[in-house]
């Protein structure tokens, strides 16, 4: 059969048009399958290209600002990022939803539903391009513009299928949210200024969690020109651009038309703010520790360091204008900086206000008596009824003077150290030893500075002839407060504690705090019984020649310290311890209030003035001489002694008869003639016993009692 035609329409004839042996059905099946195949492989190479579509590099997002956070991570200090930009790392949780909800409406309706790319949004743009011949409204999602963010590229049709090739790739391998933060922290706000979190800081001076519809609409409308539409420096163009996303939302339903009238009554900023700046020395110090990391997160309570902060720079505009304080509150249970004022006026250069004063080496005046009297209470070379004797004299070559230039004879040690005698004080340290006090205080994490002249430490330590900073000072103070054992501060959140050391016994430490509770207070100033109830241990001191100021004072929650002077060490004739630094102690204590724990019970051990043994009565002068002191025979320091609930013996060696013995501080009943005794143990556990002789001489073992 051959070609033929009807009604001069060519047709197959039944010969050509007919397949042979049933290929008929089979040839329609293939041609039903061939769509359905070429549709699978469309989609599976779509697959394909899209598993293999290369993510852009996330290396802008992540080379932020630094910020240096207080306790509840409201920012204390930025720094500006490599590039110079305030780029503060945000995400989309910790923005207010009201103005992410504006953005997605602006910019991406279909945010949540689509790839990275929106078809429908390409299409109607391809098609508005290929009709107007000009670019009637884009197809830019969120996501490529935070791609576009991440890498700036020309604006050509090239760069746009790249940016939308990255796109994929990039929620390929991020959720929703974490793109989202991308462009939260990216956004260009003017300036260099960058991200929605810097915005919010420089233009409302708040975090942009809790946001009004105002602030929302302005912070949608400016990454869409942001050199033009600045409200710091264009308010008509940002104002327009607000309210015409304020009208959109309204169209859409975002916001309602009450909220749209409200909003639009809002004043526009006028200026840009400061970020924070708080701490600054803090904040430097904490970001050059771990200078990779972006941010870093402090003890500090915000609030009480912007009063600190405040109270600081009131202060010093009594003080000369080259002069300044530096003060820090530090938790005495936690060992944690609680505020660190380092310099008055950060921004000062008359003040040297960029000097971390709370970090300087300077000399302490009378500030180290306390731990001289702590470490001498503690070995029982003086009791706080030990009688000293304030009179001229002289220690070799050095004869030191009182503050005021008189001397008040007989003085009990209490008496001696509640008003910073000066000769009773370096008696003290004479006997005790100007080596073994600095290694008692080094063995606590704290080294004094010697002069450079000095080869080995000498008595002048006790009025101040040594360098420690205002931060080791705290420290050490923070023992007294905590029964005698000594940890270091912490001052960045997630820090370990660090182990604490026994620098003296508990009982010395409560003898030293109950002196200085009920040292007078500062001119004008009431005790602090009568000041809100919080009743602080002070002690100040002046150094030579008036060139530091210290007021130190404590309790068994906080300790506060504070430091006046010279940045430069020029003298500051007039001014000392009790009179400039110690008011504004007494001001830190306000701002804190009252106690919140009642004052501490007194601890076993405290021996009362009729109970003193004869070589504690009065301190005999020259110093401690160990190799004539007595000697614990049995039991030796450090041995584990077997008990069967009776009595226990006691033995020593040399010194001057009469010896008397104390077990944990408690005096046992005097024994007159002999170097041995018997006690009887309260119960299993450590006991330190403690023998002195007729000269004051001591000798301490500590055992363990077991069943």
């Known amino acids: 059969m051959g070609i033929g035609k009807r009604s001069g329409i060519p047709h197959l004839t039944p010969a050509l048009s007919a397949p042979r042996g049933g290929e008929g059905a089979g040839g329609r099946r293939w041609w039903r399958i061939l769509p359905i195949a070429t549709a699978a492989l469309a989609v599976l190479a779509a697959a394909g290209v899209y598993l293999v579509l290369p993510p852009p590099s996330l290396e802008r997002s992540q080379s932020v600002s630094a910020l240096v956070l207080a306790r509840d991570g409201s920012v204390l200090r930025g720094f500006l990022s490599a590039d110079g930009k305030w780029r503060l790392p945000t995400k989309a949780e910790a923005v207010d939803p009201l103005y992410r909800?504006?953005?997605?409406?602006?910019?991406?309706?279909?945010?949540?539903?689509?790839?990275?790319?929106?078809?429908?949004?390409?299409?109607?743009?391809?098609?508005?391009?290929?009709?107007?011949?000009?670019?009637?409204?884009?197809?830019?999602?969120?996501t490529m513009q935070a791609v576009r963010l991440l890498e700036k590229r020309p604006r050509t049709l090239g760069a746009k299928l790249i940016e939308m090739a990255e796109a994929l790739g990039l929620e390929r391998g991020l959720g929703k949210d974490e793109v989202l933060g991308i462009y939260l922290t990216l956004a260009p706000f003017g300036g260099n200024l960058e991200g929605v979190r810097?915005?919010?800081?420089?233009?409302?001076?708040?975090?942009?969690?809790?946001?009004?519809?105002?602030?929302?609409?302005?912070?949608?409308?400016?990454?869409?020109?942001?050199?033009?539409?600045?409200?710091?420096?264009?308010?008509?163009?940002?104002?327009?651009?607000?309210?015409?996303?304020?009208?959109?939302?309204?169209?859409?339903?975002?916001?309602?038309?009450?909220?749209?009238?409200?909003?639009?009554?809002?004043?526009?900023?006028?200026?840009?703010?400061?970020?924070?700046?708080?701490?600054?020395?803090?904040?430097?110090?904490?970001?050059?520790?771990?200078?990779?990391?972006?941010?870093?997160?402090?003890?500090?309570?915000p609030g009480l360091q912007r009063r600190l902060e405040a109270l600081l720079r009131r202060e010093a505009m009594g003080l000369d204008p080259q002069a300044t304080l530096a003060a820090l509150v530090v938790d005495n249970r936690?060992?944690?900086?609680?505020?660190?004022?380092?310099?008055?006026?950060?921004?000062?250069?008359?003040?040297?206000?960029?000097?971390?004063?709370?970090?300087?080496?300077?000399?302490?005046?009378?500030?180290?008596?306390?731990?001289?009297?702590?470490?001498?209470?503690?070995?029982?070379?003086v009791h706080p009824e030990t009688v000293l004797d304030d009179s001229p004299r002289h220690f070799g070559d050095y004869a030191p003077s009182d503050f005021d230039g008189r001397f008040q004879g007989e003085v009990s040690a209490a008496d001696a150290l509640r008003y910073s005698l000066n000769v009773p004080a370096v008696a003290v340290l004479d006997r005790l030893g100007?080596?073994?006090?600095?290694?008692?205080?080094?063995?606590?994490?704290?080294?004094?500075?010697?002069?450079?002249?000095?080869?080995?430490?000498?008595?002048?330590?006790?009025?101040?002839?040594?360098?420690?900073?205002?931060?080791?000072?705290?420290?050490?103070?923070?023992?007294l407060a905590q029964g005698g054992e000594a940890s270091p501060l912490r001052y960045r959140e997630g820090d370990p504690p660090g182990r604490g050391a026994a620098l003296f016994g508990a009982t010395a430490a409560w003898y030293v705090t109950d002196i200085l509770e009920n040292a007078p207070a500062p001119p004008g100033m009431l005790p602090g019984e009568v000041r809100r109830g919080r009743r602080l241990a002070v002690k100040t001191g002046t150094s030579y020649g008036f060139r530091d100021a210290w007021a130190i004072g404590y309790d068994?929650?906080?300790?506060?310290?504070?430091?006046?002077?010279?940045?430069?060490?020029t003298p500051m004739p007039g001014h000392s311890g009790r009179i400039t630094a110690a008011p504004v102690l007494f001001k830190i204590g306000d701002l804190l209030?009252?106690?919140?724990?009642?004052?501490?019970?007194?601890?076993?051990?405290?021996?009362?003035r009729r109970d003193l043994p004869r070589g504690l009565r009065r301190l005999s002068?020259?110093?401690?001489?160990?190799?004539?002191?007595?000697?614990?025979?049995?039991?030796?320091?450090?041995?584990?002694?077997?008990?069967?609930?009776?009595?226990?013996?006691?033995?020593?060696?040399?010194?001057?008869?009469?010896?008397?013995?104390?077990?944990?501080?408690?005096?046992?009943?005097?024994?007159?003639?002999?170097?041995?005794?018997?006690?009887?143990?309260?119960?299993?556990?450590?006991?330190?016993?403690?023998?002195?002789?007729?000269?004051?001489?001591?000798?301490?073992?500590?055992?363990?009692?077991?069943?």
């Open 593 to 608: 209030g009252p106690a919140a724990a009642p004052p501490s019970s007194s601890p076993p051990g405290i021996v009362s």
């Open 621 to 707: 002068s020259g110093p401690l001489q160990i190799a004539s002191g007595p000697k614990i025979l049995y039991p030796p320091d450090g041995a584990t002694v077997a008990w069967d609930g009776g009595e226990l013996p006691l033995e020593a060696a040399g010194g001057q008869t009469p010896l008397r013995w104390l077990i944990d501080g408690r005096p046992l009943p005097a024994a007159t003639g002999r170097r041995d005794l018997y006690w009887q143990p309260g119960g299993v556990g450590f006991a330190q016993l403690t023998v002195i002789d007729a000269n004051g001489h001591t000798a301490r073992a500590t055992v363990r009692v077991v069943p």
């Open 101 to 142: 909800r504006m953005l997605v409406v602006t910019e991406d309706r279909r945010f949540a539903d689509h790839v990275g790319v929106d078809p429908l949004a390409a299409a109607r743009a391809a098609m508005q391009l290929a009709s107007e011949r000009r670019v009637v409204s884009g197809a830019s999602t969120l």
């Open 434 to 479: 100007p080596s073994r006090f600095t290694a008692a205080l080094a063995s606590a994490g704290v080294r004094l500075r010697l002069p450079v002249s000095a080869d080995e430490p000498g008595l002048a330590i006790a009025l101040g002839g040594v360098g420690i900073s205002l931060f080791d000072l705290a420290t050490l103070y923070g023992a």
């Open 334 to 381: 936690q060992h944690t900086v609680l505020a660190y004022v380092g310099n008055a006026e950060f921004a000062s250069a008359e003040r040297r206000g960029t000097l971390d004063m709370a970090r300087a080496v300077r000399s302490p005046g009378s500030a180290l008596k306390p731990f001289i009297y702590a470490l001498a209470f503690d070995r029982l070379l």
């Open 556 to 569: 068994s929650e906080v300790t506060i310290a504070v430091w006046a002077g010279r940045p430069d060490g």
């Open 198 to 301: 810097a915005a919010s800081l420089a233009y409302f001076g708040k975090e942009p969690t809790r946001l009004s519809a105002a602030e929302a609409a302005l912070l949608v409308a400016i990454p869409r020109s942001p050199e033009r539409l600045r409200p710091d420096r264009h308010p008509e163009a940002a104002h327009r651009a607000r309210d015409a996303v304020l009208a959109r939302m309204a169209e859409r339903g975002v916001i309602s038309e009450t909220m749209l009238a409200e909003a639009r009554s809002e004043p526009m900023p006028a200026q840009r703010l400061a970020l924070p700046f708080h701490a600054p020395h803090l904040a430097r110090a904490a970001r050059d520790a771990e200078p990779g990391r972006a941010v870093h997160r402090t003890t500090l309570d």
